[in-house]
T-cell receptor, first 113, second 113 residues
Framework: GENVEQHPSTLSVQEGDSAVIKCTYS??????FPWYKQELGKGPQLIIDIRSNVGEKKDQRIAVTLNKTAKHFSLHITETQPEDSAVYFC????????????FGQGTELSVKP | DGGITQSPKYLFRKEGQNVTLSCEQN?????MYWYRQDPGQGLRLIYY???????QKGDIAEGYSVSREKKESFPLTVTSAQKNPTAFYLC????????????FGQGTRLTVV
């Protein structure tokens, strides 16, 4: 079945360093790849997304890259700040089957001041 | 303000009792989803609905039931058949047929006592 694998499960960096989270997906028909940030006790919020017709997208300190051939996509956060500390989820979906999002297991990012 | 509202935020249930979690949205979205979140397991899809009066099982539907009588509402009932119901439950919505952002509610934490 459809599956999204996410690594690492935890990541600790110093403030100002970069953080990279990686995901792989199994369904080659997937064409939409969002990243969500979840703070403690709250619902996830979208931080960036990418569609299969592009290879990279940036929004200030956040970027996402997509390799369709390898079925990999990654989140890059530069110049990390303590407020970036949260759980990050990747997901994949396709237009069919109700557009359901399949999520990775999550990465707990800790940015130490 | 447009958004998606889950209630209650915290819910306690005795073993053997059914309980219903509320999810309401005023975003005019056709598609709605219920996810369950457990530590280290990401978000797992319970049920989803693409349109009123129609819904499909997700990956972990056993012990749960839903209804979709109105576009705005997608309540989830956790039945006594669910053997391990203690978890954080998240509701989401998206426009149907478009691969775009899913909006999440703030979640309901259910604890069996």
């Amino acid at each position: 079945g459809e599956n999204v694998e996410q690594h690492p499960s935890t990541l600790s960096v110093q403030e100002g360093d970069s953080a990279v989270i990686k995901c792989t997906y199994s369904d080659s028909a997937s064409n939409y790849f969002p990243w969500y940030k979840q703070e403690l006790g709250k619902g996830p919020q979208l931080i960036i997304d990418i569609r299969s017709n592009v290879g990279e997208k940036k929004d200030q300190r956040i970027a996402v890259t997509l390799n369709k051939t390898a079925k990999h996509f990654s989140l890059h956060i530069t110049e990390t700040q303590p407020e970036d500390s949260a759980v990050y989820f990747c997901a994949a979906s396709k237009n069919s089957q109700g557009g359901k999002l399949i999520f990775g297991q999550g990465t707990e990012l800790s940015v130490k001041p | 303000d447009g958004g998606i509202t889950q209630s209650p935020k915290y819910l306690f249930r005795k073993e053997g009792q059914n309980v219903t979690l509320s999810c309401e949205q005023n975003l005019n979205h056709d598609a709605m989803y219920w996810y369950r979140q457990d530590p280290g397991q990401g978000l797992r899809l319970i049920y989803y609905s693409q349109i009123v009066n129609d819904f499909q099982k997700g990956d972990i539907a056993e012990g749960y039931s839903v209804s979709r009588e109105k576009k705005e509402s997608f309540p989830l009932t956790v039945t006594s058949a669910q053997k391990n119901p203690t978890a954080f439950y998240l509701c989401a919505s998206r426009p149907r047929g478009r691969n775009t952002e899913a909006f999440f509610g703030q979640g309901t934490r259910l604890t069996v006592v």
